[in-house]
């Protein structure tokens, strides 16, 4: 019999390894308790997070909480069915309408999560015979909505706007075309030119999904991100975003202008096959996003943290993914695997989270130490962060 894990066995054997060097479990960390936004109990540790993507610190607002309280009183633990069925409550209407206020859209449409918002919306979208042009950087979530869909897949380097527009070119007049790309890239932090792709992308004919994952909440003027810091938002067809990050709790999302969008309802596999999100979390989510309309001056103190960091790291002798701060993500660059896990075992031992990257999901094979920062970082746990920092890589010899 043919042991169907054994494609399994190069990463198996790079996990044993890793383990028999002594460090601890660098994909096995416990919270205990968490204590605030950017605090928690870890492995038993009081420990400073910054390697959560809880960018404007909404996991522990107030009226948050409340509004998931009221509505597990009032509605239940879970809907179980379908948005099509029995799964849409009040509260999923209620966040659909907070969405589409805040950015200022036609159409909303709420996924269970986020990877199953990119699955659906790319799948149902682009079938076979269509082209899908992309960044090779692309989340994993993008790459599979792709597979479903069948449609054909055209990849270019990352964040190569003449590559991206030779690509476009090359597909067979007629056939239809659909450019996806993120706002912000997760693991490096870097931004997308969103300005001039999304131009190319209309001048010859194709559709544009952009992720915002990374950036809704928090970049541009109304944090609707980066599409809008860049002042392309109303060319953009679809704006994929998710519930995890700045919102706060869990979920997937997509808004779009598009006249003939409701018939997404009824068409999307993974949004007519899954049960709703349970009436808590839309409940939260909904008085979130509400909240984010006003969070100016939160997204301000995250800009500065964000500088602040970036600053601090590359002053330290850190070699870091991008040359100037471009969102909340920070990426470390490390040697190797072997001494980024030591280094992110040494952060851990001073009271520190951060998340350890590696390949293949990494780009170019990285070992990365990403941190993300959060808008409840106080400035005086920056400065606690940077010496720790300073330390470990000393410890290790990375610095």
């Known amino acids: 019999m043919t042991d169907l894990f054994s494609k399994f066995d190069d990463i198996i054997a790079m996990r044993e390894n890793l383990l028999a060097s002594g460090v601890e479990d660098p994909f096995s960390l416990v919270m205990e308790k968490v204590l605030s936004p950017t605090r928690a109990i870890c492995n038993g540790r009081d420990t400073i997070l910054l390697g959560t993507y809880n960018y404007m610190g909404m996991t522990f607002d107030p009226d948050v909480i409340q509004a998931g309280k009221d509505a597990l009183d009032n509605f239940g633990a879970g809907t179980t069915g379908s948005r099509v069925l029995n799964g849409t409550y009040r509260g999923h209407r209620d966040v659909e309408d907070a969405l589409m206020e805040f950015y200022a859209m036609d159409h909303a449409m709420v996924f269970s999560t986020g990877y199953q918002a990119n699955l659906g919306i ?17 989340h994993a979530s993008i790459w599979d909505g ?26 067979p007049e007629g056939a239809g075309k659909l450019v996806i790309l993120e706002g912000v890239y997760s693991m490096l932090g870097d931004i997308a030119p969103l300005k001039e792709m999304v131009r190319i992308a209309k001048e010859n004919g194709a559709m ?28 953009v067809d679809f704006i994929i975003g998710t519930f995890s990050k700045s919102v706060g709790t869990v979920g ?14 009824l068409v999307c596999r993974p949004y007519v096959f899954t049960a709703s999100l349970p009436p808590s979390v839309v409940a939260t989510a909904a008085t979130s996003i ?3 309309m006003h969070g100016s001056n939160k997204r301000a103190h995250l800009w500065e943290n964000s500088k602040r960091l970036h600053g601090g790291l590359t002053a330290l002798g850190f070699q870091l993914g991008t040359k100037e701060p471009q969102s909340a993500i920070v990426a470390v660059i490390m040697p190797d695997l072997q001494r980024g896990a030591a280094m992110w075992e040494a952060l851990l031992h001073e009271g520190l989270y951060v998340n350890l990257a590696r390949p293949p999901a990494t780009p170019a094979n990285m070992t990365l130490l990403r941190c993300s920062l959060c808008a409840e970082h106080s400035a005086e746990q920056v400065e606690t962060i940077l010496g720790i920092f300073e330390r470990a890589g000393k410890a290790v010899g990375i610095i």
């Open 252 to 265: 997937g999302f997509c808004v779009s202008n598009h006249p003939k969008f409701e018939i997404m309802r």
């Open 122 to 138: 790319i799948s149902t979208i682009a079938g076979k015979g269509d082209y899908i042009v992309l960044d090779i950087d692309s």
């Open 290 to 292: 509400r909240k984010l």
């Open 208 to 235: 544009v999904l952009v992720d915002e994952a990374h950036s809704m909440g928090f970049i541009g003027e109304h944090g609707r991100g980066v599409a809008e810091a860049q002042g392309v938002i109303d060319d």
């Open 146 to 171: 792709c597979k479903l869909g069948d449609a054909e897949v055209v990849p270019f380097k990352h964040n190569d706007i003449e590559a991206m527009e030779k690509r476009l070119k090359r597909i």
